[in-house]
Every structure is written in structure tokens, then in C-alpha cells.
């Protein structure tokens, strides 16, 4: 079945710092999303893209899906302590979701 | 009111025995999927409905049935509880279309023992 590598697998960084992290797949996916979760929750959408080569902000959060629909990255900037979870990448197609196995973000104050 | 809430949060089985976890939905979205969740990985999809009448198996339908009693309910059972079925449960529910998100309930907590 499709797979999707999500990478760093985790991140401890400085509050301040920016964060990159990205999700490479063999597959084309048509529609490319990040979640974040927070303990005991679930999966929050950040960011939709559905289109190569899109490039989407949200407050301090800008994602990009990839020219050849196989990969997205996600940045944060200048994060914060409450930017700290688990960030998900999501491929979609027709309606199903194949999820990356997740980022798990730590922000020292 | 949350617009996705799944029943029971948490709950702890033998071997054996059967459960089921609920989710209801009020957002009026027709599909809904269970994905179960285990440490350190993503979410993978277990089952999938698009409308009422439509039951799809996802990428990990072995031991685990559906129901789709309504346009707002659906529910996931597993008939005969093993240790390895051990995970977080999420139930989530998208509107049709092109762009339609999905929107996770809070999870169920299930501990096979």
C-alpha cells in the first residue's frame, strides 16, 4: 500500500527557533494535509493543499506541496512553547488519507 | 458541544470478549472512518463509510467489523478482542467533495488484556 516517510522523527529546539520537517511518498497523492495533535486528542488540520506547487500559510505555519505531488514540507516559525505535539502529514486521494508516522515537537522556553 | 464524540473514552477488555466503540457525529457530514493509532506511528484507516449504505475496509480490517446505523453513527466492533489490537480508536467524519477535511473525535483508549 502507499506509505508516506515523515521526517525528523523528533525535534528539541529553542523557543524562537524556526522548525522544518517534511513527508516524501512513492505514491501521487492529489491533496496534501498537516495535522497537529496534542495529548489525548486527536488530529487537528493545520494546512490543505491541493495543488502542486502550493504554497499555504497560516499564521506562523507555511506548507508547500511538492512539484511532483510526492512530497510536503511544513515550517514553523518563530515557535513557541504551545507549538509543542505531534505534527502529522497526511496524503490524499479520492476521499483516503495515508498518514506519515509523525514529528514529535518539543520547544525549551 | 464537541461535533465528534466517541464513546468510551477509555476501556479495558479480556481476550475474547467483544466491544464496541461508538461515534456519533453532528456535523451532517456523510463519511466517516475509524483509524486506530499506535505509539509512535500515524494513523492508519481500519474502515470507511461515504453514505449510509456504503461499507469500504481500509488497510487494517482483519479482526474489526462496522456498522453505519445512521447518516451520524458509526460504530466499530471487534468480535473477538486480542492483546495486539491494543491502541488509541479515532472515529472521523469529512463532507463530500473535492476539499473535504477530516475532523477527529477525541479517541477511545482501548486496553486488550
Known amino acids: 500500500g502507499q506509505q508516506l516517510n515523515q521526517s525528523p522523527q523528533s525535534m528539541f529546539i529553542q523557543e524562537g527557533e524556526d522548525v522544518s520537517m517534511n513527508c516524501t511518498s512513492s505514491?501521487?497523492?492529489?491533496?496534501w494535509l498537516w495535522y497537529k495533535q496534542d495529548p489525548g486528542e486527536g488530529p487537528v488540520l493545520l494546512i490543505a493543499?491541493?495543488?502542486?506547487?502550493e504554497l499555504t500559510s497560516n499564521g506562523r505555519l507555511t506548507a508547500q506541496f511538492g512539484i511532483t505531488r510526492k512530497d510536503s514540507f511544513l515550517n514553523i516559525s518563530a515557535s513557541i512553547p504551545s507549538d509543542v505535539g505531534i505534527y502529522f502529514c497526511?496524503?490524499?486521494?479520492?476521499?483516503?488519507?495515508?498518514f506519515g508516522d509523525g514529528t514529535t515537537l518539543t520547544v525549551k522556553p | 458541544d464537541a461535533d465528534v464524540t466517541q464513546t468510551p473514552r477509555n476501556r479495558i477488555t479480556k481476550t475474547g470478549k467483544r466491544i464496541m466503540l461508538e461515534c456519533s457525529q453532528t456535523?451532517?457530514?456523510?463519511?466517516m472512518y475509524w483509524y486506530r493509532q499506535d505509539p509512535g506511528l500515524g494513523l492508519r484507516l481500519i474502515y470507511y463509510?461515504?453514505?449510509?449504505?456504503?461499507?469500504n475496509k481500509g488497510e487494517i480490517s482483519d479482526g474489526y467489523s462496522v456498522s453505519r446505523q445512521a447518516q451520524a453513527k458509526f460504530s466499530l466492533s471487534l468480535e473477538s478482542a486480542i492483546p495486539n489490537q491494543t491502541a488509541l480508536y479515532f472515529c472521523?467524519?469529512?463532507?463530500?467533495?473535492?476539499?473535504?477535511?477530516?475532523?477527529f473525535g477525541p479517541g477511545t483508549r482501548l486496553l486488550v488484556l
Open positions: 497526511a496524503g490524499q486521494n479520492a476521499g483516503k488519507s495515508t
Open positions: 456535523k451532517g457530514h456523510d463519511r
Open positions: 505514491s501521487i497523492f492529489n491533496t
Open positions: 463509510s461515504f453514505d449510509v449504505k456504503d461499507i
Open positions: 493543499l491541493y495543488k502542486a506547487g
Open positions: 472521523a467524519t469529512s463532507a463530500n467533495g473535492f476539499r473535504e477535511t477530516q475532523y
